[in-house]
């Protein structure tokens, strides 16, 4: 159990050395927001249902003045008030429902911050030990033993502080290196912080094109089908559109 939870602190550390804005991102994907752009909409739709519940509110204040001194028959003023009752309870469940979601984004944010900031303390990985449990490892949980075809399998789900069960991308295999270029490649936690500072750059830069690359993947995709349709999507439409993205 040592040894399989060591390999998985160590396998998910590297992972975030080599990767940090691709982590990010990953983490990020468990939630509801995936993208800052989705977050700065909510965050104006959560400012506009905030005005609008004020508005409400000064409103239903100058009904009921309007109805107190006799400008308004009772039936209107129950109408009106029933109407921006209503409202006014829509836009509470609307109002929290966006402050969670913005929550749940920023908490993601700090999470991944979090445990980045728990790997950089270390360099090695070598031993296990309860320190590195208890700073690592938020819980584990060991599954019934079962028998397929004869063999004996036990799953384990290991989730580890801030981000829980992380799965690693899969990574093409990558043919085996010879001992002379392994002795020459130099480990990330021996450079300078400037060199690594120049490998998240360079590691921010090739996910972004990744984006792009789906994207634009996406927008191909969905011009392919709409061919030929009255939703046809002209080279000047595409155009207009990569522009105001």
């Known amino acids: 159990m040592e040894s399989l939870v060591l390999e ?50 000064g409103l239903i204040k100058k009904l009921y003045e309007a109805y107190a001194t006799g400008k308004i028959p009772e039936n209107h ?69 079962t028998k397929v075809n004869g063999v004996r399998e036990q799953e384990v789900e290991i989730y580890l502080n801030f981000i829980g069960k992380f799965d690693l991308p899969e990574q093409e295999e990558q043919p085996e290196e010879t001992p002379v270029r392994k002795s020459k490649k130099k480990r990330r936690h021996e450079m300078t912080e400037e060199q690594r500072a120049a490998l998240r750059e360079r590691d921010k830069v090739r996910y972004a094109r990744k984006v792009a690359a789906k994207k634009a993947a996406k927008e191909a995709q969905r011009a392919a089908i709409l061919k030929g349709t009255a939703y046809e999507i002209r080279p000047q439409e595409a155009g207009a559109a990569h522009a105001a993205i």
């Open 8 to 57: 998985a602190i160590r396998r998910v550390s590297g992972y975030v050395r080599e990767n940090e804005a691709e982590f990010i991102e990953r983490v990020r994907e468990k939630s509801e927001l995936q993208q800052e752009a989705a977050v700065r909409e909510s965050r104006k739709k959560l400012s506009k249902a905030k005005r609008r519940r004020e508005e409400i509110s």
């Open 77 to 145: 003023f129950s109408e009106l008030l029933t109407g921006y009752d209503t409202e006014q309870k829509t836009l509470d469940g609307e109002i929290e429902r966006l402050q969670a979601e913005i929550d749940r984004y920023n908490t993601d944010s700090v999470r991944a911050d979090k445990f980045i900031e728990l790997v950089k303390r270390h360099t090695e990985f070598n031993e296990f030990s309860a320190s590195l449990l208890n700073e690592f490892v938020e819980k584990i949980i060991v599954h019934e033993a």
